[in-house]
C-alpha cells in the first residue's frame, strides 16, 4: 500500500491495522490528522468564547464532541471531495496515489463508507438542541459545493474557509442556543485563517494546477502570495480582536491572541513559493497556532469561574 506524500510519518496507524482498512483511513485523511484538526479549533474557539462571554469554563463535554464529530465529517467530506475529484487526482503528482484515484477503492465503496461517517456525525449533531442542529445542517451546502469551486474560480481556498470555519458558529450555537456578533466575528476570523493557510498548502500543486486547469489562490497570487496570504492573516487577527472585545475578554484571551497572531506572523516570514516541503510544514504549523487561540480563551474562562467560585 502506498504512503500518501502528506501522510504523517512514520504512519503507525497504517502498521497496526488490517491492509484491507488501509485505503478506507487514507480515503477519510485519518493518516492525515491535520484536516481534522484544523475543522475542529474554530468548534473550540467559539465554544471557549461562549465560555468568556458567560463567565464560567468551556464546556468540556462539547468540546469532546466537537472533536469526534470533526474527525468523522472531516472522514466524510474528504470522501466526497475525493468522490469529485478522482479524474483529477489521477493527474497531479500528489493526488494520484489516493484510494479513488488509483483504482484501490470504487466509487461504490467510497459512497458507503462516506454515508457510515456521516451518521456518526449526525449522532454527535443529535446531541444538541434544535437551533444548533439548524447550524450545523446548514454547512453542509458549503461543504457540498467545496470541490467543484476549483473549477470556475480562483478563490476555491474561500469556499473551504466557508465549510473548514463553520465551527465558529457551532460551537456558540452549541453552547447558546443562539448566535450573537462574537461567533460571527470569531467565524470570520476562522475563514481568513483557512484561506491563509489553505493557500500555502496549495503551493505544493501550484505547478500540476496550472497544467490540469484547477484554480486556487496560490496561482492567483503568483509572485505576491506571501503578501496575500499575510493580508488574510492579518484580517484573522482583526476579527479576533473585534470577537473578543465584544465579549469582554480577559487578559488570557488577548495574551491568546497575541501569541496566534505572532505565530502566523512567524509563518508569513518563514513562507517561500518555490519550498515545496516548507509549505507543508507551515501548514500544518497551524495546529499549534490555532491551540494557542485556544489555549488562552479556555484560560481565561476557567480563571473567571474560580474568581466566581
Not at 65 to 79: D, K, N, P
Not at 122 to 128: M, N, Q, S
Not at 194 to 217: E, F, H, K, P
Not at 238 to 252: N, R, T, Y
Request: hydrophobic share 55%; glycine share 10%.
Amino acid at each position: 500500500m502506498p504512503t500518501l506524500p502528506d501522510s504523517v510519518p512514520p504512519n503507525a496507524l497504517l502498521r497496526r491495522l488490517p491492509q484491507a482498512w488501509t485505503p478506507y483511513v487514507q480515503l477519510a485523511r485519518i493518516d492525515r490528522p491535520i484536516g481534522w484538526q484544523l475543522l475542529l479549533l474554530p468548534c473550540w474557539w467559539s465554544d471557549a468564547l461562549a465560555a468568556v462571554a458567560q463567565g464560567r469554563a468551556p464546556l468540556w463535554g462539547h468540546l469532546a464532541l466537537f472533536t469526534i464529530g470533526a474527525i468523522s465529517m472531516r472522514g466524510a467530506g474528504s470522501a466526497w471531495n475525493d468522490l469529485v475529484d478522482r479524474d483529477i487526482d489521477r493527474q497531479v503528482e500528489r493526488t494520484k496515489h489516493r484510494p479513488l484515484a488509483s483504482g484501490r477503492l470504487t466509487p461504490r465503496q467510497a459512497k458507503i463508507f462516506l454515508l457510515c461517517l456521516a451518521l456518526v456525525g449526525g449522532l454527535v449533531l443529535i446531541a444538541f438542541d434544535w437551533f444548533a442542529i439548524g447550524v450545523g445542517m446548514a454547512s453542509l451546502i458549503v461543504v457540498a459545493a467545496y470541490p467543484f469551486a476549483k473549477r470556475f474560480t480562483f478563490w476555491p481556498q474561500a469556499v473551504l474557509g466557508l465549510a473548514f470555519a463553520w465551527g465558529g458558529l457551532m460551537g456558540w450555537a452549541g453552547a447558546m442556543g443562539s448566535l450573537a456578533a462574537p461567533a460571527f466575528l470569531i467565524y470570520a476570523c476562522a475563514i481568513f485563517w483557512t484561506i491563509g493557510y489553505d493557500t500555502i498548502y496549495a503551493l505544493q500543486d501550484a505547478r500540476d494546477d496550472a497544467i490540469v486547469g484547477v484554480r486556487s489562490t496560490a496561482r492567483l497570487f503568483g509572485e505576491d502570495v506571501k503578501s496575500g496570504v499575510g493580508a488574510f492573516y492579518g484580517a484573522a487577527a482583526l476579527a479576533g480582536v473585534l470577537a473578543l472585545w465584544g465579549v469582554g475578554a480577559g487578559p488570557a484571551s488577548w495574551l491568546g491572541l497575541a501569541g496566534f497572531a505572532a505565530h502566523l506572523a512567524w509563518q508569513v516570514a518563514r513562507m517561500r513559493r518555490d519550498d515545496v516541503g516548507a509549505a507543508l510544514a507551515l501548514f500544518r504549523s497551524n495546529r499549534d497556532a490555532g491551540l494557542i487561540l485556544f489555549a488562552g480563551l479556555a484560560l481565561d474562562g476557567v480563571l473567571v469561574a474560580w474568581s466566581h467560585s
